[in-house]
């Protein structure tokens, strides 16, 4: 098959779609790529990128067609959605323009928020002719509200018409959780809707022999390593006061690797509070993460107290369970859910400081062939659920189908 991947993010931005581009090209279909430039999670442009300009590249043989857009910058909402805007705006002027001479069997489009990214792709597969699929990783608009950016009931309500909108256009919908296809239904009437859940490169289980950079804190004691976004929606006030009530237990350290809008608050906090068992290592590249989560005693996933966030699986849990390591887990839901039936850690409730320290503790006194057992467990249950062969070959049935379905029409 001819497979367009039209996504506002993509590599070197680490995003799980780069890994699924390269699994399908791999098993020889001709995938290309529409996205933006690369500016994801700093907010500036990477090194050799700028905004203005159609660019094209290379990356595992896959073609990569670059379209202008501006930055998120950081710490702004403001600069945030006109990120999010020119993207939409760009794919709408720019796409049928760059791909003018182009003809795919199929549009997957990956989306994380926003989920309007979609507009431009659904346009382009009017244009031509192409079946469009949709794989929704955050639903809308509840993911603006639970994050705080848009609070006005007004405003929610209109972009909920807007979602519906956007849905009406679509082939095929794809839900990183099954929890998301009740609320997604509902606005997505008569559009057919699957669950597809995230996956994890294959180094995660399989290890690549990439040495691990050389991190202090993870080099003694009991470690509880958290990876990923340090932002509004993982609830840092948690794992500080988790921290808190774990300075008497000199051995545990908390590591939080990653960057993100509460970096500089969680920093803060550490100063403030002279905590001594908290530490912020920054930001690495995707490709040693496995070997870094394999230093740690056990991995770290937290989220807010949010009815959306009860609906979704933080794609770092299919990570977690891949490295094969215990996981301590404060957050509420389908999260929780996956962990209590892997037997692959202990989950808390969201929010919940002093239930997250004592979990910890919990976890810190337990004998090694315990904590062992439960990595075991989680590795087993990723292959059962979120294996990367089988689930690339149900996306390539997804593929199919919808391909059949329009040559029908």
Request: proline content about 8%; aromatic content about 14%; glycine content about 6%.
């Given at each position: 098959m001819k497979i367009l991947f039209f996504n506002q993010y993509f590599w070197p931005e680490s995003f799980r779609i780069n890994d699924i581009a390269s699994a399908l090209k791999t098993r020889g279909h001709n995938i290309e790529v529409l996205t933006g430039k690369p500016n994801y999670p700093e907010g500036s442009f990477f090194a050799g990128?700028?905004?203005?300009?159609?660019?094209?590249?290379?990356?595992?043989?896959?073609?990569?067609?670059?379209?202008p857009m501006l930055p998120r910058g950081n710490k702004s909402a403001l600069k945030l959605a006109i990120n999010y805007i020119s993207f939409i705006i760009s794919g709408l002027v720019f796409a049928p323009w760059v791909l003018r001479n182009k003809q795919y069997d199929v549009i997957f489009v990956y989306a994380p928020s926003p989920i309007f990214q979609v507009i431009?792709?659904?346009?382009?597969?009017?244009?031509?002719?192409i079946p469009?699929?949709?794989?929704?990783?955050?639903?809308?608009?509840?993911?603006?509200?639970?994050?705080?950016?848009?609070?006005?009931?007004?405003?929610?309500?209109?972009?909920?018409?807007?979602?519906r909108f956007t849905y009406s256009h679509i082939d095929l919908i794809l839900v990183q959780?099954?929890?998301?296809?009740?609320?997604?239904?509902?606005?997505?009437?008569?559009?057919?809707?699957?669950?597809?859940?995230?996956?994890?490169?294959?180094?995660?289980?399989?290890?690549?022999?990439?040495?691990?950079?050389?991190?202090?804190?993870?080099?003694?004691?009991?470690?509880?390593?958290?990876a990923g976004n340090i932002g509004i929606a993982q609830s840092m006030e948690t794992i500080v006061s988790a921290a808190e009530k774990l300075a008497a237990y000199s051995e545990i350290k908390l590591v939080l690797i990653g960057t993100g809008s509460m970096?500089?608050?969680v920093q803060k906090q550490v100063t403030d509070k002279r905590l001594t068992n908290l530490f912020l290592e920054g930001r690495y590249p995707v490709g040693v993460m496995p070997a870094v989560m394999r230093q740690a005693s056990a991995l770290l996933v937290t989220l807010t107290k949010q009815p959306i966030f009860e609906l979704t699986i933080?794609?770092?849990?299919?990570?977690?369970?891949?490295?094969?390591?215990?996981?301590?887990?404060?957050l509420n839901g389908e999260g929780a859910n996956i962990i209590n039936k892997a037997k692959a850690g202990i989950a808390v409730k969201a929010e919940d400081g002093?239930?997250?320290?004592?979990?910890?503790?919990?976890?810190?006194?337990?004998?090694?062939t315990e904590l062992e057992q439960m990595g075991v467990n989680g590795r087993d249950y990723f292959k059962k659920h979120f294996d990367e062969e089988k689930l690339t070959s149900e996306l390539i049935s997804h593929f199919e189908m919808v391909i059949n379905n329009k040559e029908k029409r």
């Open positions: 990128y700028k905004g203005l300009g159609v660019t094209i590249e290379h990356w595992r043989d896959i073609k990569i067609h670059r379209i431009p792709a659904s346009f382009l597969g009017w244009i031509k002719g469009v699929i949709l794989w929704v990783q955050d639903l809308w608009p509840q993911s603006a509200e639970a994050t705080g950016y848009i609070k006005s009931p007004l405003l929610l309500k209109l972009l909920q018409k807007f979602v959780s099954e929890a998301f296809i009740e609320p997604v239904k509902s606005l997505a009437e008569n559009v057919p809707i699957q669950y597809y859940p995230n996956s994890v490169d294959k180094e995660f289980y399989k290890p690549s022999g990439v040495a691990a950079p050389e991190i202090d804190s993870l080099n003694s004691g009991f470690t509880i390593l958290f970096f500089d608050w933080p794609s770092k849990i299919q990570a977690y369970l891949a490295v094969g390591k215990p996981i301590v887990a404060c002093e239930g997250l320290a004592e979990a910890i503790i919990n976890l810190y006194k337990m004998p090694q």
